[in-house]
């Protein structure tokens, strides 16, 4: 016998998990009593969203569902913004909160939330759990269906009286939902058609998402691309899944993208999508795009098939062992030599302007790429700063990871404490604006508490800076709302953590001033003055 909180700590030790972030509070308290005895190490995060971002970051550098918790009420709602980020990502998370007592549900007693509706739109699946016994066997799907398919998370709501229930302890060896059976193998006749397209295309290209790392499938997508001489453009999520200079890698295409990507896209007769979702930023004009490209759409959801942009070649199942199946039914096709020489001729005539005064962002991520590790995580926040990083930092074996579908600002420091946790030997670079960092600076607490050695690199340009573009480009240079005045020393608050800090506003500062951050064993912040008029293209 054990009661509900040990076994939780049970469940979350078989599923191999070894950190978890979150937050205490009274209707999770049990757990929190129950962890004590665990080899689970919990990191203590300053703000609950944090903590989801966090468990993000982990999930993203493992593959593997994360796990965040967080008390009722306030607590739980604090989650939702990570949640939805995660689900708009594809990232496969637990998260679990405390509830009030069973008998008191719905009576809007102290911290009471009805934090399962309330995040319904932004999970795979969710539980309240009322019958103390179902507790093992919750804990088994949750992770199973947050890992498998189209990963995302799921949130399980446990009242506080269940926690200390008493219950006779198994853990399920298996799992069998009801209408619930992911595909995987792309149906043959579809294999088929691809094959035919693919053998009958002069301008191919593959574009890239994020569903080529939810299905470990980077490698498998660089055979398969040098095998049919194919090139290949990324969303943003799909950063990483090709080194930057791979000779068949032309960039992230979308509206702050490559122009050699975006003229790819337009001017293909076969456009592979992998595991993307053809969001509104990726293609601006789906509709133009669907009339005249014949497209094949892969994707482990069925949903996204056809929800943006029509395809001709629908094929549901994992991107990993479609790309398996099409490359045992194709042979090698004819070389696309003139169609690469015309995107290689575009992607000679991308220059960088440099500006008259502050550090040039691109230039820096530029520099700082060339003296990172090969498998460094880089975390974009969101604004210019992301831009700036998906089109400038070379990845070459490491990660790029950022908020691409919800755009959270805030999201880069928790994410890196995450990524670092989990890889603990690999450089971790959160880089950001003056705006986000200001959303989320308080995490220095967590990273010098549990000695986290991640590097901040702020693009600081006092302003809100994408919003100030959008205004001057779009609203007649009315500029609102974005000036960031009375923000503090970042400097002197990384000073008051103990942590390491620079701030630099030259060119020729730029090279010893990086090479100091990486030769810094612990945690450190670089600020970039930039200058507030610097555009993202």
Not at 17 to 38: E, M, N, Q, R, T
Not at 367 to 377: G, M, R, V
Request: hydrophobic share 40%; proline share 5%; net charge neutral.
């Amino acid at each position: 016998m054990m009661n509900v909180a040990q076994a939780m700590t049970k469940c979350l030790e078989l599923e191999g998990v070894k950190d978890i972030f979150g937050y205490p509070g009274a209707a999770i308290c049990p757990f929190y009593d129950a962890l004590i005895s665990s080899t689970i190490r919990h990191i203590l995060v300053r703000h609950e969203q944090n903590a989801a971002h966090a468990a993000s970051g982990y999930a993203r550098a493992t593959g593997k569902p994360a796990v965040c918790v967080a008390t009722s009420g306030p607590g739980a709602t604090n989650l939702i913004t990570g949640i939805a980020t995660a689900y708009s990502d594809s990232i496969p998370m637990v998260v679990i909160t405390g509830q009030v007592s069973t008998e008191l549900l719905g009576r809007d007693v102290f911290q009471e939330a009805d934090i399962t509706g309330s995040a319904e739109p932004f999970v795979k699946h969710s539980y309240l759990v009322k019958n103390p016994r179902e507790i093992p066997r919750i804990f088994k799907e949750a992770f199973y269906i947050a890992g498998s398919g189209r990963p995302g998370p799921v949130l399980i709501d446990i009242p506080v009286d269940v926690q200390k229930a008493e219950i006779d302890f198994e853990y399920p060896k298996t799992v069998d939902i009801r209408g619930y059976k992911p595909s995987i193998k792309g149906h043959p006749l579809q294999i088929k058609r691809v094959a035919e397209a693919i053998k009958l295309a002069k301008k191919p290209i593959i574009c890239a998402g994020g569903g080529v790392f939810a299905t470990d499938a980077k490698s498998v997508l660089v055979e398969f691309a040098e095998k049919y001489d194919i090139p290949v453009v990324t969303t943003m999520m799909g950063i990483g899944c090709i080194p930057s200079k791979h000779p068949l890698h032309f960039g992230m295409l979308g509206t702050h993208g490559k122009k050699v990507a975006n003229l790819a896209i337009n001017e293909s007769d076969l456009l592979i999508l992998i595991g993307a979702r053809v969001g509104d930023r990726a293609v601006t004009t789906p509709g133009v795009l669907e009339k005249r490209t014949k497209i094949i759409h892969i994707d482990v959801d069925p949903a996204e098939i056809g929800k943006n942009m029509d395809a001709q070649i629908p094929l549901v199942g994992d991107a990993k062992v479609i790309l398996g199946q099409i490359i045992k039914s194709l042979d090698e096709t004819d070389k696309h030599t003139e169609w690469i020489f015309r995107l290689n001729e575009l992607k000679s005539q991308e220059k960088i302007v440099d500006g008259t005064d502050g550090i040039n962002p691109k230039r820096f991520l530029q520099l700082l790429s060339s003296k990172a590790d090969e498998n460094c995580i880089v975390v974009g926040d969101v604004g210019q700063n992301q831009i700036w990083t998906a089109n400038h930092f070379e990845i070459k074996k490491g990660r790029f990871v950022t908020t691409g579908g919800m755009g959270t600002m805030g999201y880069s420091v928790g994410a890196a404490i995450g990524a670092k946790t989990a890889k603990p030997k690999k450089q971790v670079f959160a880089i950001c604006g003056d705006g986000s960092f200001q959303m989320q600076m308080m995490e220095l607490g967590t990273i010098c508490q549990h000695d986290i050695p991640v590097k901040i690199i702020i693009m600081k340009n006092n302003r809100l800076g994408m919003v100030r573009e959008l205004q001057k480009n779009l609203y007649h240079n009315n500029l609102t709302a974005v000036f960031l005045d009375g923000s503090p020393n970042f400097v002197t608050i990384a000073s008051a953590y103990g942590i390491k800090s620079k701030s630099i506003n030259r060119l020729d500062q730029e090279e010893e001033a990086i090479n100091e951050m990486l030769q810094c064993d612990g945690p450190y912040l670089l600020e970039c003055v930039i200058n507030p008029d610097e555009p993202t293209l």
